[in-house]
């Protein structure tokens, strides 16, 4: 399978405007009211993971993927995702903070929270906004396993990307 990531998290967290970013487009991101399937990204409502009922269709979703995006808003201090929910999908797993340009970002909290849905792997802090951080999620999933993703991590050293264990 060419390599492909579905994007979770909160509503109005910043998954579609990361996808944007991403891809180079650059509209500015409406609702997400259902899958939108777009090159190698597969972007969901945050009603997916806020809701229960949702889960289903994020465990078919994730069969069509070799990457999940576990995302976290960096001004949120709740995390939306249930503990351990990463467990139930056998993927590679990137947590992603966005909105760390923002004024009422704690940076660290959302690294934290992020810990309660993935117990270890990488976390990149990103502004879509300022286009910071965003530029290290490509490469990460084109890499096929956690040694090689541990390893760019390490290697890159960059403030915007860290490996949690
Ligand atoms: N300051 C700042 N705001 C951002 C950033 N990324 C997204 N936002 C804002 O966050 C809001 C929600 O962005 P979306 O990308 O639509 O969020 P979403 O997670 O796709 O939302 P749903 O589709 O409803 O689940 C918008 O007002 C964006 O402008 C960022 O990096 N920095
Ligand atoms: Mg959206």
Do not use: C
Not at 7 to 19: A, E, F, N, P, R
């Amino acid at each position: 399978m060419k390599n492909r990531v579905m994007i979770i998290g909160g509503v109005q967290t910043g998954k579609s405007t990361l996808m944007n970013a991403l891809l180079g487009k650059e509209r500015s991101a409406n609702k997400t009211q259902a899958l939108v399937y777009e090159d190698w990204i597969v972007d969901t409502p945050g009603e997916y993971i806020e809701n229960p009922m949702y889960y289903r269709n994020i465990m078919a979703t994730s069969l069509e993927v070799t990457h999940v995006i576990y995302l976290q808003d960096a001004t949120s201090s709740r995390s939306v995702f249930p503990p351990q929910f990463s467990l139930g999908i056998p993927k590679i797993q990137i947590g992603v903070i966005t909105k760390i340009d923002h004024p009422e970002a704690d940076v660290e909290r959302a690294a934290s929270l992020l810990k309660n849905v993935m117990m270890r792997g990488p976390i990149v802090k990103t502004s879509a906004l300022e286009k910071r951080g965003v530029e290290f999620i490509a490469p990460l999933i084109a890499l096929d396993d956690v040694a090689a993703i541990k390893q760019f991590v390490l290697e890159s050293a960059s403030p915007y990307l860290e490996y949690r264990e």
